[in-house]
């Protein structure tokens, strides 16, 4: 089985992410916020769209899916802490269920902070996590809803799972967030690296996603905060940066 995972932009900074079985070309979705621009991709490609996953309700994630839903007859699994927020959704997941779509099987993980019920969908076999707009590359979500205590439990969990997983967020916000980053921690040898790695990625107009959750862990200084206070200052000075 091979499974190709692609990103794809829309809007200014959000990616939907396209995973789809090379032989059979069956597909799913991650996010799709905007039918027109994902649909293209779809049909070009000539994939069996089957399912959407949804990590929370704001519409630049959701906003593509009723008409994804009445194109393709596809299956949509969304937060049910978000069930009065996503009414197009036919599967309402919780912490830790398991859903088992062909080619993947993911377990979600509650990840409250950037809205109550946010959720990640994490895939042990593939080694792949989307964390929509919880965790980003060198960054993390705002605390639209939720407290810094929950966001940064989440991220806790999420910094839990093992070393080699591949993340992909939902925005392309690498480059600003590595600039915060570097404003906490101008000598470190490493972050001045992946910044460089950054900056010459978005020079060429290609995307910084994935990343290795080992190398979040190392230089995210979200994932780094010791403690919640350590977190909530770092999250105070980044609304502001």
């Not at 990640?120 to 605390?143: P, Q």
């Not at 600039?179 to 001045?192: E, G, H, I, M, Y």
Request: aromatic letters at 10%.
């Amino acid at each position: 089985m091979s499974v190709t995972i692609e990103p794809i932009p829309f809007f200014e900074t959000n990616y939907t992410w396209l995973l789809y079985e090379e032989e059979t070309k069956n597909a799913l979705l991650v996010d799709p916020g905007d039918f027109t621009p994902i649909d293209s991709i779809i049909k070009d490609k000539h994939l069996n769209l089957q399912s959407l996953l949804i990590t929370h309700h704001h519409s630049d994630h959701t906003g593509g899916l009723r008409q994804f839903k009445e194109t393709y007859s596809c299956q949509v699994f969304a937060p049910m802490k978000e069930r009065d927020r996503i009414s197009e959704a036919t599967h309402y997941v919780q912490d830790m269920e398991q859903i088992s779509i062909g080619f993947a099987q993911f377990i979600v993980i509650n990840t409250p902070g950037h809205t109550l019920g946010s959720i990640c969908y994490y895939d042990a076999n593939l080694k792949i996590l989307f964390t929509g707009d919880t965790l980003f590359s060198l960054g993390c979500g705002r605390l639209f809803e939720g407290s810094p205590d929950q966001m940064f439990q989440s991220l806790q969990r999420i910094k839990s799972l093992p070393d080699d997983t591949l993340v992909y967020p939902a925005h392309e916000y690498t480059e600003d967030n590595g600039r915060f980053a570097l404003s906490l921690a101008p000598n470190n040898l490493a972050l001045q690296k992946r910044f460089e790695q950054v900056k010459q990625l978005r020079d060429a107009h290609k995307p910084t996603l994935p990343v290795l959750l080992e190398t979040e862990k190392k230089l995210n200084p979200f994932l780094l905060a010791a403690i919640v206070e350590e977190f909530t200052r770092y999250r105070k000075a980044k609304d502001q940066f």
